[in-house]
């Protein structure tokens, strides 16, 4: 793997120069809050947290809002609602939020493209980090453990007193470019050290499923969880790759002008599906629970097939009622990749290679 090596003391610094050109966003400790968010680095910079846990929101904040005004309207007509797509450096996006990321590209960008989405992106350069799981990560059992999309401009690996930052692309050699004099080639030590702290982190994950095995949370069914499921939304509101949004209108008094809305909702509410004629498409909370989590790891439909969970494990950790959600979406993908390998095998009685 090639790269760069930049000393611990030289990110900050790195990050400074960074600010010049364009806003950076870092995760921070709230500590008021007890929580850690993602917010714009102000003042002078210090070696930031890289080895901070989850954000609770995701990234996904940034370039899909959680409340945006999409046009308003008067007597004159629509009047398109300015996109803010200053340039934008998103710091220290763990694996499962590069691939989350790249999960929206697809369905923001790819078929149907939401141009407010798009616009928003393509001023966005993404400084990945690796990180150390804690027990609610289960990335590696929906292969996001890795920086495997390209989605990244540059990703940093720790490796105690500095990090080797692999490059993607132009744009990541761009960044570089801004404070060259900051890294250093690697040496063979540098190269060891990757590997054992690569090493690491998947000792971390294995053992974190061992224990979560050994506690038989994955034993739960999808009806005794949906059972004690508050259908609060929680787990949608902090999932990176959720995409569910309402739109609403609200219109001045007198009705000569108003706005159009967007706000993230979610699958689970009951009021989400509800048609003309008080239908419900999903009337039990044991539907709605199945449809969210079967959506996780089945995909949305013709065209989004595949797995949409990342295994961050926000939905796990900021459940009020605790369920064991990770487990469940763990054991899910270990049978969805079951049936895919039987089916490869059915495909492929021989076993000759193709
Ligand atoms: S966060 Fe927990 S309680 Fe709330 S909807 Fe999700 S599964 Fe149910
Ligand atoms: S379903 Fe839960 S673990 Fe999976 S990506 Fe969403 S928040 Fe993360």
Same mark, same amino acid.
């Given at each position: 793997m090639s790269?760069?090596?930049?000393?611990?003391?030289e990110?900050?610094p790195?990050l400074q120069?960074?600010?010049?050109?364009m806003?950076?966003f870092?995760?921070?400790?709230?500590?008021a809050?007890g929580?850690?968010?993602?917010?714009?680095?102000n003042?002078?910079?210090g070696?930031?947290?890289?080895?901070?846990r989850?954000t609770?929101l995701?990234?996904?904040?940034l370039?899909?809002?959680?409340?945006?005004?999409l046009?308003?309207f008067?007597?004159e007509?629509?009047?398109?609602?300015p996109?803010?797509?200053?340039?934008?450096?998103l710091?220290?996006?763990?694996p499962?939020?590069l691939r989350?990321?790249?999960?929206?590209d697809?369905?923001?960008?790819?078929?149907?493209?939401?141009q407010?989405?798009?616009?928003?992106?393509a001023?966005?350069?993404?400084?990945?980090?690796?990180?150390?799981?804690?027990?609610?990560?289960?990335?590696?059992?929906?292969?996001?453990?890795?920086?495997?999309?390209?989605?990244y401009?540059?990703?940093l690996?720790?490796?105690?007193?500095?990090f080797?930052?692999t490059?993607?692309?132009?744009?990541?050699?761009?960044l570089?470019?801004?404070d060259?004099?900051?890294?250093?080639h690697p040496?063979?030590?540098?190269?060891?050290?990757?590997? $054992?702290r690569?090493?690491?982190?998947a000792r971390?994950?294995?053992? =974190?499923? @061992?224990?979560?095995? &050994?506690? #038989?949370d994955? !034993?739960?069914?999808w009806r005794?969880?949906?059972a004690?499921?508050?259908?609060?939304?929680?787990?949608?509101?902090v999932c990176p790759t959720?995409?569910?949004?309402?739109?609403?209108?609200?219109?001045?008094?007198?009705?000569?002008?108003?706005?159009?809305?967007?706000?993230w909702s979610?699958?689970l509410y009951?009021n989400?599906d509800?048609a003309a004629?008080?239908?419900h498409?999903r009337?039990e909370?044991?539907e709605?629970?199945?449809?969210?989590f079967?959506?996780?790891m089945?995909?949305?439909?013709v065209?989004?097939?595949?797995?949409k969970?990342?295994?961050?494990? $926000?939905?796990?950790?900021?459940?009020?009622?605790?369920l064991p959600? =990770?487990? @469940?979406?763990e054991? &899910?993908? #270990?049978?969805? !990749?079951r049936?895919?390998?039987?089916?490869?095998a059915a495909?492929?009685?021989g076993?000759?290679?193709?």
């Amino acid at each position: 793997m090639s790269g760069w090596i930049l000393p611990q003391a030289e990110l900050g610094p790195f990050l400074q120069t960074v600010r010049e050109q364009m806003q950076v966003f870092a995760p921070t400790a709230v500590e008021a809050e007890g929580l850690c968010a993602l917010r714009p680095l102000n003042g002078a910079i210090g070696p930031p947290d890289t080895e901070a846990r989850r954000t609770m929101l995701p990234p996904k904040k940034l370039l899909l809002p959680n409340n945006e005004t999409l046009f308003t309207f008067d007597a004159e007509g629509y009047h398109p609602a300015p996109v803010d797509d200053a340039p934008t450096v998103l710091f220290g996006l763990h694996p499962c939020d590069l691939r989350a990321i790249s999960l929206l590209d697809r369905f923001f960008g790819a078929r149907i493209a939401d141009q407010r989405y798009v616009q928003r992106r393509a001023a966005t350069r993404l400084i990945g980090a690796d990180c150390l799981p804690d027990d609610a990560c289960f990335c590696h059992s929906v292969v996001a453990s890795e920086p495997r999309d390209a989605v990244y401009d540059l990703f940093l690996w720790s490796l105690e007193d500095r990090f080797w930052v692999t490059v993607n692309g132009e744009s990541g050699a761009a960044l570089i470019d801004l404070d060259r004099k900051r890294f250093r080639h690697p040496r063979p030590a540098d190269r060891l050290a990757l590997q $054992r702290r690569q090493q690491l982190r998947a000792r971390m994950l294995e053992n =974190g499923r @061992a224990r979560r095995q &050994a506690r #038989g949370d994955a !034993q739960w069914s999808w009806r005794e969880w949906s059972a004690a499921c508050f259908t609060c939304g929680a787990c949608a509101m902090v999932c990176p790759t959720c995409v569910c949004t309402t739109q609403e209108e609200h219109p001045s008094l007198d009705g000569a002008s108003g706005e159009r809305v967007r706000r993230w909702s979610a699958c689970l509410y009951q009021n989400y599906d509800r048609a003309a004629g008080e239908h419900h498409f999903r009337n039990e909370r044991m539907e709605r629970a199945r449809n969210r989590f079967e959506h996780k790891m089945l995909g949305c439909g013709v065209g989004e097939e595949g797995v949409k969970c990342v295994g961050c494990g $926000r939905c796990v950790v900021n459940c009020p009622a605790q369920l064991p959600l =990770g487990e @469940a979406l763990e054991r &899910a993908a #270990g049978n969805l !990749q079951r049936a895919q390998a039987i089916k490869a095998a059915a495909a492929n009685p021989g076993g000759e290679e193709s």
